[in-house]
């Protein structure tokens, strides 16, 4: 069950900062966060440096938050809206300028023009908008759930909807002009969890895990 945190927040805290203090508390490593959860050692520095802008586009920076807060066994959802209030409190406001109206007269069809025009732009952005809320299709090929491996690395292959950005265990890869991706991925002798995540712009992302034991070719001869 996830803890309540009772951190008293100043204008320069972030959900990074929070993060790093109870890492520390429990006596982890920033190494030991990054081998449970599969995010690279750099991208959990950014995090708890607030760096935000040296992570993957997309929603990346939620997506890591909840799996660092997970492995602390603290309130992912608090976290979030911590992390939600210091962007706001960092974006500087803007004062609307007063649009100056001429007082001249337009031709009933010139109206009737512009308000298909208008109307037609309003379902074209919410159609995009609609598009990029949905989370996209993922498949994955391979590997299965359970494989085992006596190669030091393994293909990852699979398939996302055409123009979905693709990342595995945080590392982006490129997609192609179908929507199919192939990576291969290094293992390390024991357990490996390959993620996969497709990502949209606005969407929630679509995750898929897949367990993977690498057994060393000497390590598998001398069972036998």
Same mark, same amino acid.
């Given at each position: 069950?996830?803890?309540?945190?009772?951190?008293?927040?100043?204008?320069?805290?972030?959900?990074?900062?929070?993060?790093?203090?109870?890492?520390?508390?429990?006596?982890?490593?920033?190494?030991?966060?990054?081998?449970?959860?599969?995010?690279?050692?750099?991208?959990?520095?950014?995090?708890?440096?607030?760096?935000?802008?040296?992570?993957?586009?997309?929603?990346?920076?939620?997506?890591?938050?909840?799996? !660092?807060?997970?492995? @602390?066994?603290?309130?992912?959802?608090?976290?979030?809206?911590?992390?939600?209030?210091?962007?706001?409190?960092?974006?500087?406001?803007?004062?609307?300028?007063?649009?100056?109206?001429?007082?001249?007269?337009?031709?009933?069809?010139?109206?009737?023009?512009?308000?298909?025009?208008?109307?037609?732009?309003?379902? !074209?952005?919410?159609?995009?908008?609609? @598009?990029? @809320?949905?989370?996209?299709? @993922?498949?994955?090929?391979?590997?299965?759930?359970?494989?085992?491996?006596?190669?030091?690395?393994?293909?990852?292959?699979?398939?996302?909807?055409?123009?979905?950005?693709?990342?595995?265990?945080?590392?982006?890869?490129?997609?192609?002009?179908?929507?199919?991706?192939?990576?291969?991925?290094?293992?390390?002798?024991?357990?490996?969890?390959?993620?996969?995540?497709?990502?949209?712009? !606005?969407?929630?992302?679509?995750?898929?895990?897949?367990?993977?034991? !690498?057994?060393?070719?000497?390590?598998?001869?001398?069972?036998?």
């Amino acid at each position: 069950m996830s803890r309540f945190l009772t951190y008293n927040l100043s204008q320069s805290s972030h959900a990074g900062e929070i993060l790093q203090t109870e890492r520390r508390r429990q006596n982890l490593s920033l190494p030991a966060i990054g081998h449970i959860t599969g995010i690279l050692l750099k991208y959990l520095k950014a995090i708890e440096d607030g760096n935000w802008s040296a992570l993957p586009e997309g929603n990346y920076r939620r997506y890591f938050i909840k799996s !660092y807060a997970g492995v @602390l066994n603290i309130s992912a959802d608090k976290l979030l809206a911590i992390d939600a209030a210091s962007s706001l409190s960092h974006k500087p406001l803007t004062i609307a300028k007063p649009i100056k109206i001429a007082n001249t007269s337009v031709h009933p069809y010139r109206l009737i023009l512009a308000g298909g025009v208008v109307a037609a732009v309003i379902v !074209y952005l919410v159609s995009a908008a609609w @598009l990029n @809320l949905v989370p996209p299709r @993922l498949q994955l090929f391979e590997p299965t759930d359970g494989q085992t491996s006596v190669s030091a690395v393994i293909k990852v292959r699979g398939q996302t909807q055409v123009g979905t950005p693709i990342a595995i265990n945080g590392q982006a890869v490129e997609v192609s002009a179908s929507g199919e991706f192939a990576q291969e991925v290094p293992l390390k002798p024991g357990v490996n969890i390959i993620t996969v995540m497709a990502q949209k712009t !606005y969407s929630q992302p679509t995750i898929i895990s897949r367990q993977v034991i !690498y057994w060393p070719t000497k390590s598998v001869s001398l069972i036998k």
